[in-house]
C-alpha cells in the first residue's frame, strides 16, 4: 500500500490493517503491546478524534515496517492531524506535498524501465534476502512485510526497508492485496560484475541449511576422478538440466521458495 497517496494516518492505517489475514484481526491488539498502550485506546485512536504522539508514531512506524522515508511522512501525518493552528497545519501540508511530489516524481522514473541502474543491482545483490523477498512476495499469504519478516525470522525494520527498496526499482508493484513481483526479471548474466555476490549469497544460505536440512533438500558434493571425453558429457548433461530447469521454472505457479546450486533447498 503506498502510503504517499495518504493524507489522513488513521484512513493509512485502517486501510493496511485490512491487508492483513482476516481483515488484521488481532492486529491493533499486537500494535497495542508494541506501543505499551491499553487496546482500546489504539481503538480510540483509529476510530475517534484521539491521536497518536510523535513518540508512537515513530512506533506505529516501527511496527508496520515502514522505512525511513515513510516514517518520516507518517510522522509528519500525525503531525499535521495534531495541529491546532491553520497556520501549523499550513506548514506540515506544504512538508507532505513536497515529499508526494517527490514520491511521484521517482515513480514517473522507475515506470516503463526493464532493468535495474548498476546502483540497484549493487543493492539487490549485496544480500540474499532481496531476491528472498522478491521471490517470497509471490506466494500467496506473503504480501505484507509483517509476514514477511515473521517467516525469515528478521526486524519487521530491515524487510521494510528491502521491500521500500524493491518498490521503488520496479521488483515489486502495489496491489489492493499488498505488493506483489513486478515485471523484472532478476537475472543475471555470467559476465556480471554482480554474478560472484549473487553466487556467494546463496551458496552461504545453503551453508546455514546443512545442519538443519529437510527431507526434500539434497547437498551434493562428489570430488572425482574422470575421463576428458566423460567430463564434458556429463558438462552437457549439466548444462540441459539448467535449460530444463529455466523452462520449468518460468511457467510454475508461485507456491514455495528453492534454490539450485546444485544444492536444492527450500529457504
Request: proline share 3%; aromatic share 12%.
Amino acid at each position: 500500500m503506498n502510503i504517499y497517496e495518504n493524507t489522513s494516518y488513521k484512513g493509512f492505517l485502517r486501510a493496511l490493517i485490512k491487508q492483513f489475514p482476516k481483515n488484521g484481526r488481532g492486529l491493533s491488539t499486537r500494535l497495542a503491546e508494541h506501543l505499551n498502550l491499553d487496546p482500546t485506546v489504539v481503538s480510540q485512536i483509529l476510530g475517534r478524534d484521539r491521536h497518536f504522539t510523535p513518540d508512537q508514531a515513530v512506533a506505529v512506524a516501527e511496527f508496520f515496517g515502514l522505512d525511513e522515508r515513510a516514517t518520516d511522512y507518517f510522522v509528519m501525518l500525525v503531525h499535521y492531524a495534531r495541529a491546532e493552528t491553520k497556520k501549523l497545519k499550513d506548514h506540515y501540508e506544504h512538508k507532505l506535498e513536497k515529499v508526494r511530489a517527490e514520491a511521484e516524481n521517482l515513480k514517473n522514473i522507475v515506470k516503463g524501465r526493464d532493468e535495474l541502474s548498476d546502483a540497484e543491482k549493487a543493492r539487490f545483490y549485496s544480500n540474499w534476502y532481496y531476491s528472498g523477498v522478491f521471490n517470497l512476495s509471490a506466494i500467496k499469504g506473503f504480501q505484507t512485510v509483517e509476514a514477511i519478516a515473521d517467516y525469515y525470522g528478521l526486524p519487521r525494520s530491515k524487510i521494510g526497508e528491502v521491500v521500500s527498496f524493491l518498490l521503488e526499482s520496479g521488483l515489486l508493484v502495489e496491489t489492493e492485496h499488498g505488493f506483489a513481483p513486478g515485471l523484472k526479471s532478476t537475472h543475471v548474466s555470467d559476465k556480471s560484475e554482480f554474478v560472484n555476490n549473487h553466487r556467494r549469497n546463496w551458496r552461504d544460505k545453503a551453508r546455514e541449511k546443512f545442519s538443519k536440512s529437510g527431507e526434500n533438500d539434497i547437498f551434493f558434493s562428489g570430488p572425482v576422478s574422470m575421463g576428458e571425453r566423460d567430463a564434458e558429457q556429463f558438462r552437457s548433461e549439466l548444462l540441459k538440466l539448467i535449460k530444463t530447469f529455466s523452462k520449468i521454472v518460468e511457467p510454475s505457479p508461485s507456491e514455495k521458495l528453492l534454490c539450485l546450486n546444485i544444492d536444492w533447498f527450500e529457504f
